[in-house]
T-cell receptor, first 115, second 109 residues
Framework: EAQVTQNPRYLITVTGKKLTVTCSQNMNHEYMSWYRQDPGLGLRQIYYSMNVEVTDKGDVPEGYKVSRKEKRNFPLILESPSPNQTSLYFC??????????????FGPGTRLTVL | GQNIDQPTEMTATEGAIVQINCTYQTSGFNGLFWYQQHAGEAPTFLSYNVLDGLEEKGRFSSFLSRSKGYSYLLLKELQMKDSASYLCADDNAGNMLTFGGGTRLMVKP
């Protein structure tokens, strides 16, 4: 089954304790992205990657890191989480644009609370 | 990112028709997506418009006017389960999507 998976689905942590949210897709997609979603603010892009070893900042990259060492994986790293990073996070992947349309597939979401 | 505007909230009655509008900036535009998102869940794909006109898919239809930077999602025969947020997303330059703030639709009996 074609899918995007994220882990963990729920996480409660404390300020300053480094954490990683993993994301994996099995569709051989080139593009992967991380979004955060907050009430009233919609989906905001954190980082995106157009291929292995190619990453770029989105609209709200501060406080986050990413890496793309393999095509299928795109982990989101919070080196020193702060309470303002409490949010619902979505990983997404998309093909390279050669099809008629390229639906963006979303992972199930990770609800992060930073105390 | 590009400015994408859609109403914050709408209310409609079960069995009725509702139209959710979306405007976007036309520079670098490739196409427009509509997604449905139930609270706490991932967005799910509804439609993608590249060319001007109306595309119908069951109870849902989506319209695009490229020259006006305007799209709408039309939901017919509303059901209670259609209560959700509807996200308009701009496909610009073939990269990841830029989303509007979403329209929260409440369907009442």
């Amino acid at each position: 089954e074609a899918q995007v998976t994220q882990n963990p689905r729920y996480l409660i942590t404390v300020t300053g304790k480094k954490l990683t949210v993993t994301c994996s897709q099995n569709m051989n997609h080139e593009y992967m992205s991380w979004y955060r979603q907050d009430p009233g603010l919609g989906l905001r892009q954190i980082y995106y990657s157009m291929n292995v070893e190619v990453t770029d900042k989105g609209d709200v990259p501060e406080g986050y890191k990413v890496s793309r060492k393999e095509k299928r994986n795109f982990p989101l790293i919070l080196e020193s989480p702060s309470p303002n990073q409490t949010s619902l996070y979505f990983c997404a992947s998309r093909d390279d644009g050669t099809s008629t349309y390229n639906e963006q597939f979303f992972g199930p979401g990770t609800r992060l609370t930073v105390l | 990112g590009q400015n994408i505007d859609q109403p914050t909230e709408m209310t409609a009655t079960e069995g009725a028709i509702v139209q959710i509008n979306c405007t976007y900036q036309t520079s670098g535009f490739n196409g427009l997506f509509w997604y449905q998102q139930h609270a706490g869940e991932a967005p799910t794909f509804l439609s993608y418009n590249v060319l001007d006109g109306l595309e119908e898919k069951g109870r849902f239809s989506s319209f695009l006017s490229r020259s006006k930077g305007y799209s709408y999602l039309l939901l017919k025969e509303l059901q209670m389960k259609d209560s959700a947020s509807y996200l308009c997303a701009d496909d610009n330059a073939g990269n990841m999507l830029t989303f509007g703030g979403g329209t929260r639709l409440m369907v009442k009996p």
